[in-house]
């Protein structure tokens, strides 16, 4: 079956712009994660959603970022005026249970803020 | 959730057993141990977790000390394509959602 998708492959957007990425969860899986990779470093927590809501959100680093998943499927990570320190992977992860340590994660979009 | 602490890097053999060591002397008894790897520009991809026993499914088994401080990931006929970043996570079932996922082990293996 499909796996977790997430859209664009890659984004390049300059200082001060509005961003937005995509994650498609596996079909049914009700909990959704978003991290953000630096290079050389592991994957870094942001934020988990339980359907619709965001039950964890204490990984987003400022205000700057945010995120919706208005229909408990499609997510969508937002972040306002980029710095050039937002450069990363922004990766995705679904599970079909709350609390599972078995996460499936999307290929990740590679964003690069100039 | 324990810290892990895992070799930088490593290289295996192509065909030989690669076995990847991960110690977590602060593991707390409702703690299991998860590994993940990550191939070059892709996600996280998990392999397998246990609590206390030994477990083995079809890409890696997991060989857990009796006192829990300390596991090993083993790969037993290491292929080109198990190249890759792997992760050590301890985890509480009942507690945080994410994964920690630290630095890593970078395995090489070798034609």
């Known amino acids: 079956g499909a796996g977790v998708s997430q859209t664009p492959s890659n984004k390049v957007t300059e200082k001060g712009k509005y961003v937005e990425l995509r994650c498609d969860p596996i079909?049914?899986?009700?909990?959704l994660y978003w991290y953000r990779q630096s290079l050389g470093q592991g994957p870094e927590f942001l934020i988990y959603?339980?359907?619709?809501?965001?039950?964890?959100d204490s990984g987003l680093p400022n205000d700057r970022f945010f995120a919706v998943r208005p229909e408990g499927s499609v997510s969508t990570l937002k972040i306002q005026r980029t710095e050039r320190g937002d450069s990363a992977v922004y990766l995705c992860?679904?599970?079909?249970?709350?609390?599972?340590?078995?996460?499936?994660f999307g290929p990740g979009t590679r964003l690069l803020v100039l | 959730d324990a810290k892990t602490t895992q070799p930088p890097s490593m290289d295996c053999a192509e065909g030989r057993a690669a076995n990847l060591p991960c110690n977590h002397s602060?593991?707390?008894?409702?703690?299991?141990v998860y590994w993940y790897r990550q191939i070059h520009s892709q996600g996280p991809q998990y392999i397998i977790h246990?609590?206390?026993n030994n477990e083995t499914n079809e890409m890696a088994s997991l060989i857990i000390t009796e006192d829990r401080k300390s596991s090993t990931l083993i790969l037993p006929h290491a292929t080109l394509r198990d190249t890759a970043v792997y992760y050590c996570?301890?985890?509480?079932?009942?507690?945080?959602?994410?994964?920690?996922f630290g630095t890593g082990t970078r395995l090489t293996v070798i034609p």
């Open positions: 992860a679904s599970s079909s249970r709350q609390g599972s340590g078995t996460q499936y």
């Open positions: 079909s049914g899986h009700t909990a």
């Open positions: 959603f339980q359907g619709t809501g965001a039950a964890d």
């Open positions: 602060t593991i707390s008894g409702n703690e299991y």
């Open positions: 246990g609590l206390k």
């Open positions: 996570i301890v985890r509480d079932q009942t507690g945080a959602n994410n994964l920690f």
